[in-house]
């Protein structure tokens, strides 16, 4: 009679434990998500700061560097326009050397520039020179530029960093599923012997995996709440200190990643849940204790 109730507090133990483990386990992979979802609008950031410059002649009107700029920001491929015009990059290059070039010429030598960033599904170099090939027909255009090797640099480095990113995700999530699964088989573990007395008195394989599997639907659901509002809070704390986070991870993305923990903790718990439930069903008397 006084071993039941140590036994009730092993096995609540030993459920508390699990949920707590799994919590931090899917906890790791909410990280791992947000940290995704971060990288992934940094490099947009990053490539829709790309682009071309179209250097306009000395006769272009205002009629056609209006017509440009309205054709360039209606475009598909672009991310932003913006036009400068001499007196604008004259006042530039005054503000930044403190010279006045027009008491040393007399005359101003900057032309008019039209700066088109390019969204990031064409921030490459090949993409951009097709984009810009028409433009140099025009008679009022008197170059492009394109920092071709300045953009390959950049997509080199962002590939660069997103295999390795890549990589660690994948070894972090097979690690996360692996001390899932293994925290599930412990608490189920720890109630084989409940498993062996049920078969002795005629129980269904069914009938006996259903309360296992619901206990740990309930721990993942659970573990996955608790992660949440983790991960929820220490997103509402760093938007309040660097406003940046609050573009590079949205609300809406957030919620996202949250109902994939949850779907990920009800998965792994109830499938490790299945599979340990009928390891034991599988056992004789005298394995339970190997």
């Known amino acids: 009679m006084e071993k039941r109730p140590n036994k009730g507090i092993s096995?609540?133990?030993?459920?508390?434990?699990a949920t707590i483990s799994v919590a931090l386990v899917l906890l790791l992979i909410g990280i791992i998500a947000m940290l995704g979802i971060a990288a992934h609008s940094i490099?947009?950031?990053i490539k829709e700061n790309i682009g071309f410059d179209i250097v306009l002649t000395d006769t272009a009107t205002d009629a056609e560097v209006n017509q440009l700029k309205s054709k360039w920001t209606a475009s598909p491929y672009t991310a932003s326009v913006r036009y400068y015009s001499k007196e604008d990059a004259l006042m530039n290059w005054e503000e930044e050397t403190g010279e006045n070039l027009m008491d040393v010429l007399g005359i101003n030598p900057f032309s008019?520039?039209?700066?088109?960033?390019?969204?990031?599904?064409?921030?490459s170099s090949d993409s951009i020179n097709k984009i810009i090939t028409p433009l140099k027909?025009?008679?009022?255009?008197?170059?492009?530029?394109?920092?071709?090797?300045?953009?390959?640099?950049?997509?080199?480095?962002?590939?660069?960093?997103?295999?390795?990113?890549?990589?660690?995700?994948c070894a972090l999530l097979f690690i996360s599923f692996a001390l899932i699964n293994n925290t599930v088989r412990l608490t189920v573990y720890s109630r084989r012997f409940i498993i062996h007395t049920m078969k002795l008195v005629g129980a269904t394989?069914?009938?006996?995996?259903?309360?296992?599997?619901?206990?740990?639907?309930?721990?993942?659901?659970?573990?996955?709440?608790?992660?949440?509002?983790?991960?929820?809070?220490?997103?509402?704390?760093?938007?309040?200190?660097?406003?940046?986070?609050?573009?590079?991870?949205?609300?809406?993305q957030a919620a996202c990643v949250f109902a994939g923990i949850l779907i990920i903790g009800i998965i792994i718990c109830a499938v490790a849940a299945l599979f340990a439930t009928n390891k034991y069903l599988r056992l004789d008397y005298d394995d339970m204790f190997r």
Not at 11 to 17: E, L, V
Not at 112 to 123: I, R, S, T
Not at 141 to 159: A, C, F, K, P, W
Not at 227 to 249: H, M, V
């Open 11 to 17: 096995t609540f133990s030993a459920q508390i434990t």
């Open 43 to 45: 490099t947009r950031n």
């Open 112 to 123: 008019g520039e039209l700066e088109v960033k390019v969204k990031a599904d064409y921030a």
């Open 137 to 169: 027909s025009l008679p009022y255009v008197h170059e492009v530029n394109v920092h071709t090797e300045l953009v390959d640099s950049i997509n080199r480095n962002i590939n660069s960093v997103s295999l390795i990113l890549i990589i660690i995700t």
């Open 205 to 252: 394989g069914s009938f006996i995996r259903r309360p296992f599997i619901n206990a740990n639907v309930v721990s993942g659901i659970v573990s996955a709440l608790i992660a949440s509002a983790i991960l929820a809070g220490t997103l509402y704390y760093l938007q309040g200190i660097d406003s940046g986070i609050a573009s590079a991870i949205t609300w809406p």
